[in-house]
C-alpha cells in the first residue's frame, strides 16, 4: 500500500467504528475546553473531568477566575498534577482573556499559543472543538500509531502533524484525530497491545513494527 491508500484506509476504518466521537474532556464552552485542556498535560482525561467539575463549580470565566487566589485554584486542581504551574498559568491567562480579549476566548491559533501555559497542541484543541477551525493536534496516542502504521517517521510531535495534515484530507482533520485518539486507547494502546484486536496496524502497519510484535509473541509461547 501506498501511504495515500493507507490514509484512506485508516480513515474508512476509523468512520466506521466510531462514526461519532464524543471529546474526551468535558467542558461547556470555549474557556472551560481551554482550562481543561490545559490542565490535562501529564495527566489523564479520567482525572481532569474528576477535577474540573470542582473548578469551574467555583469558577467557570475568566471573570470568575481571576478572583480566585492562585493557592486556591492549586489546592483544588492537585490532583492533577504539576498544580502550582498550572494554576499560575490558569489565573494569568484568565486575567489577559479579560484585559485584551473582553473575556473570550480568541479563534486564533497564535494568539492562544501566546497565552500562559498554552502550546501548540492545547491551542490546536481548541480551535478545532471550541471552533471547529481546522487543526490536526498530536498526542502521545496519534504520535505512537501514525509510526506504527508507517505514516509519519516517529521522530517528533511536530513531524508527526506536518505528516498527518499531508496525508488526510484537511475536512477530516477536527474529526480522524479524535477518532485515532480512541482507537489507540481501546485497540492500539502502548502497553498490553494485542495485534489481533488492532485491524489497522495488522494491515497496514510498518514491517518493522509487525516483525517486533511476531518475535515477541513467539519468545512468550
Known amino acids: 500500500m501506498t501511504k495515500k491508500e493507507k490514509a484512506a484506509f485508516v480513515i474508512q476504518t476509523l468512520n466506521r467504528l466510531y462514526p461519532e466521537v464524543p471529546i474526551p474532556l468535558d467542558h461547556q464552552d470555549p474557556y472551560t475546553l481551554l482550562i481543561a485542556v490545559l490542565l490535562s498535560a501529564q495527566s489523564t482525561d479520567v482525572r481532569v473531568n474528576q477535577t474540573t467539575p470542582k473548578l469551574f463549580k467555583r ?25 502550582p504551574t498550572k494554576a499560575k498559568a490558569i489565573h494569568a491567562l484568565s486575567q489577559i482573556l479579560l484585559d485584551r480579549y473582553q473575556g473570550q476566548v480568541p479563534p486564533d491559533l ?76 481501546e485497540y492500539c494502546p502502548a502497553r498490553g497491545w494485542n495485534l489481533e484486536r488492532d485491524e489497522i496496524t495488522r494491515t497496514i502497519g510498518r514491517k518493522s513494527v509487525l516483525r517486533e510484535v511476531a518475535a515477541k509473541k513467539k519468545a512468550r509461547s
Open 110 to 185: 497564535e494568539a492562544l499559543e501566546t497565552l500562559p501555559g498554552v502550546g501548540h497542541k492545547t491551542a490546536s484543541v481548541v480551535v478545532s472543538q471550541a471552533f471547529g477551525i481546522p487543526a490536526f493536534p498530536v498526542d502521545t496516542h496519534i504520535h505512537r500509531l501514525m509510526y506504527r502504521w508507517g505514516l509519519s517517521t516517529g521522530k517528533n510531535v511536530v513531524q508527526t502533524e506536518k505528516d498527518a495534515k499531508r496525508l488526510f484530507p484537511e475536512a477530516s482533520w477536527n474529526k480522524l484525530h479524535l477518532q485515532i485518539i480512541w482507537y489507540g486507547r
Open 59 to 83: 469558577a467557570n470565566s475568566p471573570a470568575e477566575m481571576v478572583r480566585l487566589k492562585v493557592d486556591e485554584i492549586r489546592e483544588i486542581i492537585r490532583p492533577v498534577g504539576l498544580s
